[in-house]
Nanobody, 111 residues
Framework: VQLQASGGGSVQAGGSLRLSCAAS????????MGWYRQAPGKQRELVAS???????NYADSVKGRFTISRDNFRNTVYLQMNSLKPEDTAVYYC??????WGQGTLVTVSS
């Protein structure tokens, strides 16, 4: 499966962005999809994940601010990011299953 991430950009602290990850085929059978991020000089980390039944998991640093969702009919996973902070600045990647990655999309949050 190929993944196409989009929606990154530059915002001020407190702003919002919505990232999209469009898959090249149906995601109905894909149990686990997620968003990761990698800030300069840091390791890639899990931001949020969602299963085929809608169960979600979030990094502590984004709980209450970010929401992951999936639209199985549009083969797309979303990451709604609210109350953005400068420390959210990173390249964000979507992932399907254990090894399929999309290209990154850059999110820059200024103070």
């Amino acid at each position: 499966v190929q993944l196409q991430a989009s929606g990154g950009g530059s915002v001020q602290a407190g702003g919002s962005l919505r990232l999209s990850c469009a898959a090249s085929r149906s995601i109905l059978s894909i149990n686990n999809m997620g968003w990761y991020r990698q800030a300069p000089g840091k390791q890639r980390e899990l931001v949020a994940s969602i299963t085929s039944t809608g169960s979600t998991n979030y990094a502590d640093s984004v709980k209450g601010r970010f929401t992951i969702s999936r639209d199985n009919f549009r083969n797309t996973v979303y990451l709604q990011m609210n109350s953005l902070k400068p420390e959210d600045t990173a390249v964000y990647y979507c992932k399907a299953m254990k090894s399929y990655w999309g290209q990154g999309t850059l999110v820059t949050v200024s103070s």
